[in-house]
């Protein structure tokens, strides 16, 4: 029977992009509704549909009974579940997939547009404007007010953020709470609501709905709070009392109400907050960006491909009856721990600073391996960079701590050559990459040389954040040591040498298209990985100290290229980039070395502006950006709809990373960390404490 499939959210339906494309090639009967639809509605429908993919519609024990047998997933596309009788579909054993972490920037942006709007008069000053009416009304800033956050959530959190560039005082309430992120940002703890809704300027609801949070805001607690209070609701409108809102706004009690959600959607025409003044209300769209929706979208429609392929999902918001026995026996997907990234921040500073690094060097190190972990590059995370520092770095002198980077002579606008002096590499590839961005502005394309480098980790992680930002970026690195036995050849002359591009693709299809490369097989980074976790190596990648092929990780000791002689050529490229630049002979480097020789890498990194290269003759009158979608498209249709575009992974790994709301770290990586907490004094980290996620 084909499987049938009820999708009702409607901003996933208008908005064009992947999730789409994805749907379709599930080759499911989807039948589309305009949610949010109430109970009425769905009882009509239910019955007929093995899943939902639904929105903020009324799934009720009414509408469950009545969907079954046939009924067997639920993947809401969003965060909110409360219009799901959750415990009921639990006990008959659906599953309900959900999207933790993918729009709380764009809802916390929308709770400052709705704050601003409101303390400026903005709105109200436009319409009169337009009416032509030129009304000067005057305001208030919102800079040393208090703010008020109930719920410090992830949307919490990421209004508390923005609140601090606009100077706002900040304190929460929250049942749960977190104090690492209260003291890093110097958020006050309210210890009752009553305490927070009686000493705020403006409150902030971003807590989730259910029966402690109803009504929360009332006549009586109304009464107890700030006059002129600024209210602004982008969780739920059964949160506060409609009614009640309104009296206050009416009598001046409370200044102003924004709020992006009503207690019914569509509200009907007469709803008592349509009079008030100082109120604003838009239609339930605080996670409704281009951006916000392709992420919520590929994440709810992945939950119920997962479900359907009886794989695991991304995130999941309840807990079946023997589920929690599988997650610890399941073979499917691997156990991570979560680890927040401040924690994880501060122990790779520690780590670089007790190496005696500065802070900016321990800082940007540690940001970069916070982006390799999130990015799901468990071959050079923090432990690999760490492991790499120890072995050729700042203790054998191959890494200077503090290094200033010297500006070479250069007679070309468009490219910069560097002396690193054996600093950093993360700190000099974060500036180089920066530079070559800022040259691209000016010049179409930049490029930057450096020599005298020591290792930048992953080149992947520069190409990325500079295709965000919707460039075209290269960067390639020698490698600390020659490994790999060239086609043909004998003995190891060459590095895993890396290539990393990024294309500012994901208008697109949702992320760059990101080609990370290193040339040999398998990276020596991938071999203390297997070592660590006991598994074996991929045929045909390594061999042992006698030149002979093996699988076991603990032997091998030089790397294969892949490709035959154009993995060999790709190789070759590094150390011919290299050499130009000023590169040491790849067998001596990283090695100690005769007076007049060098032993150390170098860096090469390129970017490119996309209008640089537009010729601007498009078929069919496309813009350069859809003619990049068509020419994706035209790649992975035609049956190919299923193709893994080089990115996806990574991607891949940020959603669960995000859907985590941490790092995550296998057992074995918990443990390596525990040794680089030794190493500088802190304690390590306790994995029974540490949440697990599974992917
Ligand atoms: N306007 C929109 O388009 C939109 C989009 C996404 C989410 N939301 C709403 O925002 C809410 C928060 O989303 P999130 O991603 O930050 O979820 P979250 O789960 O990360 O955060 C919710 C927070 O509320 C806290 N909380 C629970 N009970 C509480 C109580 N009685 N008092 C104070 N805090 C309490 C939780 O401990 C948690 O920290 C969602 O539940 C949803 O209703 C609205």
Redesign the pocket.
Same mark, same amino acid.
């Given at each position: 029977m084909t499987t049938r499939i009820l999708l009702t959210t409607t901003s996933y339906q208008d908005t064009p992009g992947t999730h789409l494309d994805l749907l379709e090639s599930k080759g499911w009967e989807v039948v589309r509704e305009r949610g949010p639809l109430s109970e009425e509605q769905m009882l009509a429908l239910a019955g007929e549909f093995d899943g939902f993919l639904c929105g903020d519609d009324a799934i009720t024990r009414a509408v469950i009974d009545k969907s079954l047998p046939r009924l067997k997933w639920i993947s809401k596309y +969003?965060?909110?579940i %409360?219009k799901i009788d959750k415990a009921y579909a639990t006990s008959k054993g659906i599953p309900i997939g959900f999207c933790?972490g993918v @729009?709380?920037t764009t $809802?916390a942006e929308?709770t400052f547009g709705l704050m601003i709007a409101l303390t400026r008069k903005i709105v109200e000053v436009a319409n009169h404007t337009c009416q032509g009416d030129w009304k000067r009304l005057t305001g208030n800033e919102i800079m040393g007010k208090r703010l008020g956050v $109930? +719920?410090?959530? *992830?949307?919490?959190k990421a209004v508390i953020e923005r609140a601090i560039a606009f100077g706002m005082e900040r304190c929460a309430?929250? $049942? &749960?709470w977190d104090q690492e992120f209260a003291s890093k940002h110097a958020v006050t703890r309210c210890e009752t609501?009553e305490e927070l809704l009686s000493s705020c300027d403006i409150i902030s609801l @971003? &807590?989730?709905? %259910?029966e /402690?949070?109803v009504n929360l805001v009332n006549k009586q607690t109304i009464s107890s709070m700030r006059d002129g209070v600024i209210i602004i609701n &982008?969780? *739920?409108g059964e949160i506060v009392n409609s009614q009640d809102i309104a009296e206050a706004l009416h009598s001046g009690k409370i200044g102003g109400y924004g709020a992006? $959600?009503l207690e019914v959607e569509p509200p009907p025409s007469n709803h008592v907050l349509f009079s008030t003044p100082n109120t604003i209300i838009t239609s339930?769209?605080? /996670? *409704?960006t281009y951006e916000s929706v392709q992420r919520q979208a590929m994440m709810a429609t992945q939950n119920l491909i997962n479900f359907v392929d009886n794989k695991r999902p991304l995130a999941q918001a309840n807990v079946l009856p023997g589920q929690e026995q599988a997650r610890t026996t399941a073979k499917d997907g691997e156990l991570f721990f979560v680890v927040r990234r401040q924690v994880h921040n501060e122990l790779v500073e520690s780590a670089y600073l007790h190496r005696g690094y500065s802070v900016a060097e321990a800082n940007a190190a540690s940001r970069f391996c916070e982006m390799a972990a999130e990015y799901g590059i468990r071959t050079h995370n923090a432990i690999k960079a760490l492991h790499l520092d120890h072995l050729f770095g700042s203790s054998v002198g191959g890494c200077v701590p503090g290094a200033e980077i010297e500006r070479l002579p250069c007679r070309f606008e468009g490219s910069e050559i560097w002396n690193a002096k054996l600093k950093l590499g993360q700190s000099v590839a974060f500036d180089a990459m920066q530079r070559c961005m800022e040259l691209a502005d000016r010049y179409g394309i930049g490029q930057v040389s450096v020599d005298n480098t020591f290792h930048y980790l992953w080149g992947g992680g520069y190409v990325i954040e500079a295709a965000m930002k919707g460039y075209i970026a290269y960067t390639n690195c020698t490698a600390a040591l020659a490994e790999v036995v060239p086609y043909l050849g004998k003995y190891p002359t060459l590095g895993t040498n890396p290539h990393s591009w990024a294309f500012p693709t994901q208008h697109a299809i949702g992320f760059p298209i990101v080609i990370d490369w290193a040339t040999s097989t398998v990276s020596m980074g991938r071999v203390q990985q297997l070592k660590r976790e006991g598994k074996p190596l991929p045929p045909g990648a390594a061999v042992d100290a006698h030149g002979n092929p093996t699988t076991d990780a603990a032997q091998a000791v030089s790397l294969l290229p892949f490709g035959a002689h154009k993995g060999y050529g790709l190789s070759l490229i590094n150390e011919l980039i290299a050499a130009l630049i000023g590169g040491s002979l790849p067998t001596l480097r990283s090695r100690q070395v005769e007076p007049g020789e060098k032993s150390s890498t170098n860096f090469y990194f390129q970017v490119i502006h996309p209008e640089a290269m537009n010729a601007g003759l498009f078929a069919d009158g496309r813009s350069q950006a859809d003619n990049v979608k068509a020419v994706i498209q035209d790649i992975l249709g035609h049956g190919n709809e299923n193709c893994l575009l080089p990115g996806q992974i990574e991607a891949n790994a940020a959603n669960q990373t995000a859907a985590a709301n941490g790092l995550l770290f296998t057992e074995a990586e918990i443990r390596s960390f525990g040794e680089i907490a030794h190493e500088c004094g802190r304690p390590a980290w306790d994995l029974d404490a540490l949440r697990t996620f599974r992917c």
């Open positions: +969003g965060i909110g %409360d933790p @729009n709380h $809802v929308h $109930v +719920g410090m959530g *992830r949307i919490g309430f929250d $049942v &749960c609501i @971003n &807590c989730v709905l %259910d /402690s949070t &982008c969780a *739920r992006d $959600v339930h769209i605080g /996670s *409704r």
